[in-house]
């Protein structure tokens, strides 16, 4: 049996994935230099100015008042950008502060860590070896197909500590029969996947409570714009407190507005473990200073009415391109709408039309999307205007003619 490329071919990513990357490049799509007009829209060196709908940040808080007093005040206060030392030795006493505030308003341990993918990487090797389970032993991984890359990047480190398999998108009988036939599973998921779906919460919590199922959800594009907190879908959903087989993980740098990771684990899991082990949560860098006092201002904010008026702000704003746009995930409230072109030039060419009208969309294709099915990905935001929605939907309309 050939022993290289098992869970990865870079060869082949980059052989079928750069001839397009080429292309959006040629095409003006890759790599703007652009200036923050602080108006809602970005400019270009030449002047024009188009609006940003590929942004994550959901909710606008990237740009709210207070999450960016939040940074300049904890610059002020502790005159440091980043100590420069493990957290697991020395960490300052704000960053305490927002992990007691996140663990406090989405009722788990929150540990805040650099980015969502620094989280995956420490952690999910802990959960091939077991040492996240209760038993302490080791489980079959299985990752979900369409995982997010972050995720996928760490199979080859799980294989060399267990058995790892690849399931077919949301494939409850495959999951089952794995559950079956091994005493301990782990399941590897996004709990709403950047192409759109969600995870198939309901069924995973009901094989866990049959088989002891343990889950990993990477939840990072619902984080702030799900639940009464932001706590986000996958946590709305897993009960009152987070039981031990369960963990989630999010970035802070999508709905919540500001920048880093979080992870949320139920209260009889190992923390200290974590900390110690989990390779990049316990290096030398941890979330910087003005990032901790933006999150904790921005946390603060998922504590008032304000939180929910944004979230209303955003599903009209997704409602309103619903209507008029038809994509897959028409009707779920879903910021991500992605329109299958098919071939990876029409893609490319379609985008660049949509920024002619002032609209920056991703020309989204193979390693992305599958070769063939390229496609243009528009993020909804709560701070798009109801005028600059119908604009787009517009043009949308415009480049469909065009380009399908
Ligand atoms: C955006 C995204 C990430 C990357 O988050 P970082 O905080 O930048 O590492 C990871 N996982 C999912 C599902 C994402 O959507």
Redesign the pocket.
């Known amino acids: 049996m050939d022993e290289k490329n098992r869970y990865r071919n870079t060869e082949s990513m980059i052989a079928h994935g750069n001839p397009s990357f080429d292309a959006a490049k040629e095409a003006g799509l890759l790599g703007l230099s652009v200036r923050n007009t602080g108006r809602g829209s970005l400019s270009l060196p030449d002047g024009r100015e188009f609006i940003n709908m590929c942004s994550?940040s959901y909710l606008g808080l990237d740009s709210h008042p207070e999450v960016l007093q939040g940074a300049i005040h904890a610059l002020e206060r502790e005159k440091t950008m980043d100590m420069g030392v493990s957290r697991l030795r020395i960490r300052l006493a704000l960053l305490d502060e927002l992990e007691a505030e996140l663990s406090r308003r989405w009722r788990g341990t929150a540990i805040v860590?650099?980015?969502?993918?620094?989280?995956?990487a420490g952690l999910l090797p802990l959960i091939a070896s077991g040492h996240l389970l209760p038993e302490k032993k080791s489980p079959v991984l299985v990752f979900d197909k369409a995982?997010?890359?972050?995720?996928n990047l760490i199979k080859p480190i799980c294989a060399d500590e267990t058995e790892v398999l690849t399931a077919p998108h949301n494939d409850l009988d495959f999951l089952e029969d794995v559950c079956r036939k091994h005493a301990r599973v782990a399941y590897v998921a996004?709990?709403?996947?950047?192409m759109g779906g969600a995870a198939i919460v309901k069924d995973l919590l009901s094989l866990q409570e049959r088989y002891g199922l343990f889950l990993y959800f990477?939840?990072?594009?619902s984080l702030s714009v799900f639940g009464a907190s932001g706590e986000g879908f996958v946590r709305t959903l897993v009960g009152k407190e987070i039981n031990p087989r369960t963990v989630i993980?999010?970035?802070?740098?999508?709905g919540f507005g500001t920048?880093?990771?979080v992870v949320l684990l139920g209260s009889k899991q190992h923390e200290d473990l974590v900390g110690r082990f989990a390779g990049p949560l316990g290096w030398s860098q941890s979330l910087n200073v003005p990032a901790v006092g933006a999150s904790l201002a921005s946390a603060r904010l998922h504590g008032t009415p304000e939180l929910a008026t944004r979230q209303e702000a955003l599903r009209a704003n997704i409602r309103q391109f619903d209507e008029r746009v038809p994509t897959r995930t028409s009707g779920e409230d879903f910021p991500i709408k992605v329109i299958e072109i098919g071939p990876e030039e029409a893609a490319v060419a379609g985008s660049r039309f949509m920024l002619e009208r002032g609209f920056y969309s991703s020309a989204v294709f193979f390693p992305i999307v599958p070769r063939g099915r390229a496609g243009l990905r528009f993020m909804m935001r709560a701070n798009v205007s109801r005028e600059d929605i119908q604009r787009l939907c517009d043009a949308v309309a415009d480049m469909k003619r065009r380009f399908t």
Do not use: R
Not at 113 to 120: F, P, V
Not at 190 to 194: A, C, L, T
């Open positions: 994550c860590t650099t980015t969502a993918s620094a989280a995956s995982a997010h890359f972050s995720m996004d709990g709403f996947y950047s990477d939840d990072s594009h993980i999010a970035s802070l740098a999508k920048s880093g990771g």
